[in-house]
């Protein structure tokens, strides 16, 4: 899979290209707009992760030029700003994520990520299966093992996401954002309960769970 | 602060009516006098010409006996015409022995005194009652003699001043009516532009100034004033944020790079299990840096910026019940109730993150500080123009004295030096609220705290 990071500070992109590289990523570097737009408009990527602030061209400018190009390769924008309105400008400008710098380097992996195999699950579907775990989206219904399982609606919303991601690190602030719509990171751990309510629900009887606990990440849902 | 402006508007206005009253009562008594002393003059005029006449016709009567007399009055028969005289010479029994008058005006009695009464005459435009002042003189033998004149030329007069001093006192009065009053409003205009240009500042929008115009009055004095005042504040506030923000982004930028390093070693193997604790803990504190330092990026944003934060329509009621949802599990591993109550639903117009945020840190607060067993209410309520967004819970409280100073950043009190936490959760609250022209008051729950939160409702997102 290939990535192209587009990152001024070159120290901290260093480290991330390395970490990156380790995790399995073909990476490449742009240290400035101009090489990130240059580069951008070349090659192929799976994923861009582009800073916010550049020198020269934006990362916004980026963006826009890729998606008047109609490249829908997903972006993910890094910002030292951390405000609610940049998120907003940065969704508007045809980001597809968006990531506070300074962030832990297990949630850049999971968002892109996330990413990455965001356009293969984009499909509609009304029933989603994981090995013996079944949700029915249009009754809201879902089976493990044949045997009905009673979910309010957000252990249901949760239970989505969770196995629209399955095989993925899905970190805490991607279930507030993806299932709550928070966009900050509360004082507690506040999904740590809904997650253990939700495993109770599942994963109680059944020999093998679904629900895994990342270290130090969050929860990937697989087999 | 609501109830200002119609004060204001009585003061300026009852000032304007008092200039008004003043001003007719002024013009009144010197129209007044005017006339009186002209109509006076006027009266002494008639009275001294009838006077003299008299002596004269006395002088013939007395050296020319009544023969005399009776010439003199023949000869100025058509004196009417003339002068306007009047005279009229009759016996003790009422026959008329000489002058213009038909007849004795027999409706006055009193002799020797000044009579006033109408005679018609005919005239080019038909008959015509003319006002005449006499005086009635007895001669010796008990013939009278009256001597008058005609005043009605005197009588127009008068009435045409009185006209002229009526039209003169209203149009005066008229002027000074439309003059207060726009004066008034003009001062009314200008105490309103100030008003609402203070409003924005306060919001938050440093850079407005007061309007002044070039009329060079103590109004534009003021406002100049003020407006001196106004660059040196945003001068030091823009000073004071250019550093802070330099300062906080001089921070991120090592932040960032030691989060990342520390991370990246952590990934690899063959590390000692202490080394992996260490690096681990500092991790931990990094991220406790980081979010005060996110923290206080939030607040001065809210605080100075707030014209750029985006706004949508916000249910506010559906919020707080997500939250609350959100929330309860969580309440009920330490044994809290935590419970929603009020409006079905409730929307205005804000930034719905920023909304959030308040409920989160308020009920996070809440459920920091109640006690196992204890209960946490959170209700939004619709009043006529606000929306009342609470949070009530029957943990300790706040001491009355402490309320105010622990809206301030990093106050805490000293009994929950042991607690977790920035001390900046609620100045955050406090910067949201101002940024949505809302507020926040602290109250007892006897026992417990009560914050309460007020919404200004945004016409036409009711």
Redesign the interface.
């Known amino acids: 899979m290939r990535l192209l990071l587009i990152e001024d500070d070159l120290q901290a992109a260093e480290y991330l290209v390395k970490g990156l590289r380790e995790s399995g990523y073909s990476v490449e570097h742009s240290p400035d707009g101009r090489d990130g737009l240059d580069k951008s408009s070349r090659g192929q990527y799976d994923v861009i992760v582009a800073d916010r602030q550049l020198p020269y061209v934006d990362g916004l400018a980026i963006i826009t030029a890729l998606r008047e190009r109609s490249d829908r390769t997903p972006v993910l924008i890094l910002s030292a700003l951390g405000t609610v309105d940049d998120r907003v400008h940065g969704l508007k400008a045809g980001g597809d994520d968006y990531l506070t710098k300074p962030f832990a380097f297990a949630e850049l992996l999971a968002r892109i990520e996330a990413l990455n195999r965001r356009g293969a699950a984009a499909s509609e579907t009304t029933r989603l299966k994981i090995a013996d775990l079944e949700l029915d989206l249009l009754a809201r219904r879902v089976t493990r093992s044949g045997r009905n399982i009673e979910l309010t609606t957000k252990e249901f919303q949760l239970l989505e996401y969770l196995v629209r991601h399955a095989g993925q690190t899905v970190t805490r602030t991607m279930l507030l954002e993806g299932v709550w719509n928070l966009h900050f990171d509360p004082q507690t751990n506040i999904t740590d309960v809904h997650m253990s309510r939700l495993r109770n629900a599942i994963d109680k009887g059944f020999p093998k769970p679904l629900i895994h606990t990342v270290r130090g990440a969050g929860y990937v849902l697989k087999e | 602060m609501t109830d200002a402006p119609p004060r204001m508007r009585l003061s300026s206005a009852r000032l304007a009516g008092l200039f008004v009253v003043i001003f007719a009562a002024a013009i009144t008594l010197v129209l007044t006098a005017v006339y009186v002393l002209t109509a006076r003059v006027l009266d002494r005029e008639v009275d001294s010409v009838i006077r003299s006449e008299v002596t004269h016709l006395v002088d013939d009567y007395s050296t020319g006996g009544l023969l005399q007399l009776v010439a003199t009055l023949r000869r100025r028969a058509d004196s009417w015409d003339r002068t306007g005289a009047v005279y009229l010479l009759i016996e003790p029994n009422g026959y008329p022995i000489a002058g213009n008058l038909a007849h004795w005006p027999y409706e006055f009695d009193t002799y020797g005194s000044w009579i006033e009464f109408e005679i018609d005459a005919s005239e080019a435009g038909g008959v015509v009652s003319h006002p005449v002042r006499a005086q009635v003189f007895m001669l010796p033998g008990g013939r009278r003699l009256l001597v008058g004149t005609d005043i009605l030329e005197r009588h127009k007069l008068a009435s045409r001043l009185r006209t002229a001093m009526l039209w003169g006192a209203g149009s005066s009065v008229l002027l000074a009516t439309v003059f207060g009053l726009t004066y008034s409003r003009r001062i009314r205009r200008r105490v309103r532009a100030f008003a609402s240009t203070c409003e924005s500042i306060m919001a938050g929008d440093l850079s407005r100034r007061l309007p002044v115009e070039k009329s060079h009055d103590e109004f534009d004095e003021l406002g100049s004033a003020v407006n001196r005042m106004l660059e040196t504040i945003e001068l030091q506030t823009d000073m004071l944020r250019t550093t802070f923000d330099s300062a906080a982004?001089d921070l991120?930028?090592p932040?960032?790079?030691a989060?990342?390093?520390i991370?990246?070693s952590l990934?690899h193997d063959g590390l000692s299990d202490d080394a992996r604790g260490t690096m681990?803990a500092t991790?931990a504190e990094?991220?406790r840096v980081?979010?005060t330092l996110?923290t206080l990026?939030?607040i001065a944003?809210a605080e100075g910026r707030g014209r750029?934060?985006?706004t949508e329509p916000v249910d506010l009621a559906a919020l707080a019940r997500?939250l609350v949802?959100?929330?309860r599990?969580?309440a009920a591993?330490r044994d809290i109730t935590l419970e929603y109550s009020g409006a079905e639903a409730s929307t205005t117009r804000g930034?719905s993150?920023?909304l959030?945020?308040v409920l989160?840190n308020l009920i996070?607060n809440a459920?920091k500080y109640v006690s196992p067993g204890g209960r946490i209410e959170v209700s939004v309520a619709m009043e006529p123009d606000a929306i009342v967004l609470q949070v009530a819970d029957n943990g300790p409280g706040i001491p009355a004295a402490d309320r105010p100073r622990i809206l301030q950043p990093f106050v805490r009190l000293e009994r929950d030096r042991e607690q977790v936490?920035s001390g900046l959760?609620l100045s955050l609250v406090v910067a949201v609220m101002r940024l949505h022209r809302g507020s926040i008051e602290l109250l007892d729950n006897n026992p417990g705290l009560i914050a309460r939160c007020r919404l200004p409702l945004v016409p036409g997102e009711k």
């Open positions: 982004h991120r930028g932040l960032y790079r989060r990342v390093r991370e990246e990934q681990e991790l990094l991220e980081q979010r996110g990026l939030q944003q750029d934060v985006p997500e949802d959100l929330y599990p969580e591993t930034n993150q920023l959030a945020q989160v996070e459920i936490g959760g």
